[in-house]
């Protein structure tokens, strides 16, 4: 009797909670069926294709999996793969790391601070052709200033930068790294607000020093904000594509041509929006496995125990 | 006392370093404002100039003074990114709230498709959604750029992730005394994650304000061009003209940085930790 | 604590309703307001823009040319068909792919789209988004070589269909500083000059080192639609140099290509006497108004020029030097002795899906054959047209010289002259599709690694065979 009445009283709260969860996200999961979800479906679709969109819906034509068979031969994208992975290898813990210990300076150790943080926000909406611009004559080859350092510092032979196959990369990259640090100090100074004083008190007394402090109550404290952090940053570096597309155009050669780039160029360049699409969603399954391996493992953890439970 | 000006020594000193760090990121943003006033002739002198020889205002009395109407374009930006902002915050409060301190069903699933979505490129969605505004008949109306911004993954998940950062017993003594919800929502959740709202709507107007691509497919008419595609209508036939771009890329800026200015306040400690001692 | 849900649910619903009845509103165009920007309620299922005054049929015409200069075209074309049609003019911002495909996705009626891209071109024809133009050329008793000459026929030939007309074809000449040349002491350069001649000027007149040199040229070899690297193969071989007599590969491991390519590449890694690839990029010169600039400011002594050039030289960019002396001279070829360069078309086309078939023809037999001088020289271009005398044609260049800006610094009787040159044209436009984007796309990344002093010429030459010869043999297979 007693268990039965409980039971109908935990099924009730349940579905209660369902309601509930359903009002709250209702709003945005339609928003996001609409704008989201369809056009990805679409995109999925377009990938089975060939056509070319000004001729209308009546003018595809299917073309079943060559999009997908197509592009194991083809060099450019593999190459273009490749670099992607390289550059977010690069940028993004080098990204992270510096935003770590630049927003715990920018929170609390400096005067200035509103003025400071906007100067490293700047990189992040500064207009790009400039930014290309500056960074192509900083880092000119022959006798741009950063290389005129390099030779009076007695380097041989500085390196080419974004004019060289072998650096144009990691050029991308100090590029890459320089302009997200605004955006990641951001982030991690939000989290930062989080961290009660009281922790920090109680360290003081404990006669902690700053490294410590930033060590054991910090970045401990911070491990959601920073969990956030690094998969929007893997998901951002792998769609790299405003800064290639002004600086270097993947060049020279395919040396800094990174993946949404190359995706871009075969869908608006070169018509070919199927295989685009298709490009996409390699894109896509790959950013999935890299980033979202934890959750799925969690998702998949989740459902396993439930399946246990209810047995 | 001695302490204290130790302190503030120290203070003083990572305070000149950060500032020197500072200019590196500043450079570009310098030469911004630099070429807004040179000649188209001067911009691209070597070594950078960084004070121009001839200053001249004519690039800015391009801007405003001629039969491209920017202060259309700026309207237009300014309409645009704000209810985009306004709309995101709306909606990925709500769902990042069902998403941290609701358990219903499906959720975890739900979550999951969510964020996977941020893998696509949103390049490749451009033709998707042109096609499906132009069956919508939003096409070439503002709504084409402040639907898809409304409801984002990204929003969703950002302020998940500092909501799970307040206590769960929080809410829980919340619901004994009686509080639905909604409720525990406005009056427990959101004032203790100001911070990360303000992230949000720094980021959002931020994209908004500068995305090119998207009023570029869906927009057609001059009279509702956003500012990235109406600074397009400064250039002269198949050539870029710099000085017109710069000035009216710095004009562009100065709503960043208020939004930027006001928005940053948020970010001083104690504010969210005040709320949690209760 | 649901009436406060409700209350937010309603909220943000009605800013977003808000918002589409403030996006809604504002499509709704004004009669007042249509004169220089597209509305959008015309769309193409509707009959087309009647006009109940007149009886005219407005015409829309699609381009990114400014629309402070269109105004004499719009006024000469409304009066030349006065009772019958008047055109609306309409901007694009710019002439890339992806503008230019989703305005004639859009739904707007188009009776004119223009596009600088031969290939964009092709890919629509073959897509059915244009409608043949033969009939018209039947009907009116012409012939395409006939109006636009050979060389241009035989691009715009798909299948002995026609699917544009060029309204402009950008031809290249050089422009050379003067007081440069007399500071140096070396000679003007002259009609009928060859590589070599090109060559020992470029040496000539370089001078100087690190921030200071002054080098003998700059030549944009970045630029696709110029493809200056290959110049000698095709002033050599004509048009569609690329492939061999059956289209079934490429001819890149030719001599002549070769040839071409270490000539150019030699000019910037051995001679060291035109601008180096990374300078082009840093100090803008691969934007054409800067190459210009370059030029009058004594940076270097020559550039390659298509020649819609001449609007470059404006008051407005800043004081042109004082006694800023720029002269035009033909392209030299590889032995002497003759007037051969190329050059690449501009074209417009009619959508399948335009308002008016008949008055879509009139509006670019306008703009491209009969009045050229309205839309091409008001923007300083060679129209597409075979001018049908030296007289005919020095018309048209002294009208345009006349028509546009003053061109400062400019030695007009020299430019005029020059222009007037009876010369060969050899179209550089690619319709062959097969394999195409693949080749565009390895060209661009492979002559690159050449000029950046990372790979050799054959081995580069190699490769950019073995690559588009796949990509044909691929595309042909399917």
């Known amino acids: 009797m007693n268990s039965t009445k409980l039971r109908r009283g935990k099924s009730l709260a349940r579905r209660r909670e369902n309601i509930a969860g359903w009002l709250f996200i209702g709003l945005n999961f339609l928003g996001y069926i609409a704008f989201k979800l369809a056009p990805l479906v679409f995109a999925g679709v377009l990938s089975f294709t060939k056509w070319n969109f000004t001729s209308g819906m009546k003018n595809i034509k299917w073309v079943g999996l060559k999009n997908y068979m197509d592009m194991f031969k083809d060099e450019a994208f593999l190459t273009s793969l490749m670099n992607t992975i390289v550059y977010s290898l690069i940028m993004v813990p080098v990204a992270i790391f510096l935003a770590l210990i630049f927003a715990v300076i920018l929170d609390k150790y400096v005067y200035g601070k509103g003025v400071l943080r906007l100067a490293f926000y700047l990189p992040y909406i500064s207009s790009m052709i400039a930014v290309s611009l500056v960074w192509m004559i900083l880092f000119l080859p022959t006798n741009g200033p950063v290389n005129q350092i390099l030779t009076s510092l007695g380097v041989e032979n500085p390196p080419r930068w974004f004019n060289g196959s072998s650096t144009s990369l990691l050029s991308m990259a100090i590029v890459g790294v320089w302009q997200r640090l605004g955006y990641n100090i951001i982030i991690v100074l939000a989290g930062l607000q989080g961290i009660s004083a009281s922790l920090y008190e109680a360290s003081d007394i404990d006669g902690a020093n700053v490294v410590q402090k930033f060590l054991y109550i910090t970045i401990p404290s911070l491990s959601s904000t920073l969990f956030f952090l690094t998969m929007i940053s893997f998901i951002n570096s792998f769609q790299v594509f405003t800064p290639v597309k002004v600086i270097t155009q993947g060049g020279p050669g395919y040396s800094s041509s990174v993946l949404v780039y190359y995706i871009y160029q075969k869908a608006f360049q070169y018509s070919e929006l199927g295989y685009a699409s298709a490009l996409s969603w390699v894109l896509f399954a790959l950013v999935f496995v890299f980033s979202f391996s934890r959750m799925i493992v969690d998702y998949m953890g989740s459902v396993k125990q439930r399946k246990g439970g209810t047995k | ?278 | 604590m649901k009436k406060v849900m409700a209350f937010l649910l309603a909220l943000s619903t009605a800013l977003s309703l808000g918002a589409c009845g403030g996006g809604g509103g504002n499509t709704q165009s004004t009669p007042a307001d249509s004169g220089s920007t597209a509305s959008v309620e015309s769309s193409q299922d509707s009959a087309g823009g009647e006009n109940a005054e007149g009886g005219e049929k407005t015409l829309r015409m699609y381009a990114w040319t400014n629309e402070k200069v269109m105004p004499p075209f719009v006024e000469a074309f409304n009066e030349k068909y006065k009772g019958q049609y008047k055109v609306e003019y309409c901007y694009i911002p710019g002439a890339d792919t992806l503008t230019i495909n989703t305005a004639l996705a859009s739904g707007e009626a188009i009776d004119v789209m223009t596009q600088a891209s031969a290939f964009d071109m092709a890919d629509r024809a073959y897509a059915g988004t244009y409608l043949g133009l033969k009939k018209f050329f039947d009907q009116e008793g012409w012939t395409y070589d006939g109006v636009f000459g050979s060389s241009i026929e035989s691009i715009q030939n798909l299948d002995g269909e026609y699917y544009s007309l060029p309204y402009g074809k950008s031809t290249q000449l050089i422009w050379y500083n003067k007081a440069m040349s007399d500071a140096a002491g070396v000679p003007y350069p002259e009609p009928g000059w060859s590589w070599d001649d090109f060559r020992s000027t470029c040496i000539a007149m370089t001078s100087g080192e690190g921030s200071e040199k002054v080098y003998g040229a700059s030549i944009d070899f970045d630029a696709e639609g110029d493809l200056y690297w290959c110049m000698m193969a095709f002033q050599e071989k004509g048009a569609f140099a690329y492939y061999n007599d059956d289209f079934t590969a490429t001819a890149f491991t030719d001599d002549i290509f070769k040839q071409s390519l270490r000539f150019f590449s030699d000019l910037m890694l051995v001679d060291k006497c035109i601008v180096p690839i990374e300078e082009m990029k840093a100090f803008g010169y691969t934007n054409d108004t800067q190459n210009i600039i370059g030029l009058y400011n004594g940076k270097f002594a020559m550039c390659f020029v298509p020649d819609y050039g001449y609007q470059y030289l404006e008051k407005s960019f800043g004081e042109v030097p004082e006694g800023a002396d720029i002269g035009v001279v033909d392209m030299p070829t590889l032995s002497g002795g003759k007037n051969v360069t190329t050059c690449y078309t501009s074209t417009a086309s009619i959508p399948t899906f335009c308002t008016d078939e008949q008055g879509a023809w009139e509006l670019i037999k306008f703009m491209c054959i009969e009045n050229t001088e309205y839309f091409a020289g008001i923007k300083c271009m060679t129209p597409g047209i075979e001018f049908e005398s030296p007289e005919k044609a020095r018309e048209f260049y002294t009208w345009m010289f006349e028509h546009t800006d003053e061109k400062v610094g400019l030695d007009h009787e020299m430019a005029l002259d020059v222009l007037t040159h009876e010369r060969q044209l050899v179209s550089v436009d690619n319709t062959y599709m097969p394999g195409q984007g693949k080749l565009i796309e390895a060209m661009k990344a492979e002559i690159a690694l050449v000029f950046n002093g990372e790979s050799s010429v054959d081995d580069c030459l190699t490769k950019l065979k073995t690559v588009s010869d796949n990509a044909i043999a691929d595309a042909l297979k399917s």
Not at chain 2, 116 to 145: E, K
Not at chain 2, 193 to 213: H, K
């Open chain 2, 1 to 278: 006392m001695k302490m204290g000006t130790r302190k503030a020594l120290v203070k003083a000193f990572v305070t000149v370093l950060m500032t020197m760090f500072s200019i590196v990121m500043i450079v570009p943003f310098l030469w911004m404002i630099s070429a807004s006033f040179k000649p188209e002739n001067q911009i691209f002198t070597f070594p950078i100039q960084w004070i121009p020889e001839t200053p001249t205002l004519q690039n800015y009395n391009m801007v405003f003074n001629s039969d491209v109407p920017f202060m259309t374009f700026f309207w237009n930006s300014i309409k645009v990114s704000v209810l985009s902002v306004a709309g995101e915050v709306i909606t990925s409060a709500l769902a990042a709230y069902a998403f941290s301190k609701i358990k219903f069903t499906g959720r975890n699933l739900i979550f999951l498709i969510y964020l996977s979505t941020l893998a696509f490129p949103i390049q490749m969605m451009l033709i998707p959604r042109f096609v499906i505004f132009r069956l919508l008949g939003i096409y070439n109306t503002h709504m084409a750029l402040i639907l898809p911004s409304m409801f984002t993954a990204f929003g969703t998940f950002l302020l998940k992730q500092f909501f799970d950062t307040i206590p769960d017993e929080l809410c829980e003594s919340a619901k004994i005394d009686g509080a639905g919800h909604f409720s525990i929502f406005l009056r427990i959740i959101c004032p203790l994650c100001m911070a990360a709202f303000s992230a949000l709507i720094i980021f959002q107007f931020v994209g908004s304000w500068n995305d090119y691509e998207q009023p570029l497919v869906f927009i057609r008419e001059k009279r509702l061009a956003t500012i990235p595609l109406g600074l397009d209508y400064f250039k002269t036939e198949n050539a870029t003209n710099y000085g017109a771009l710069m000035a009216g890329s710095c004009c562009s800026l100065i709503p960043i940085f208020t939004v930027f200015l006001i928005f940053q306040k948020q970010f001083v400690a104690g504010i969210a930790t005040a709320g949690m001692k209760e």
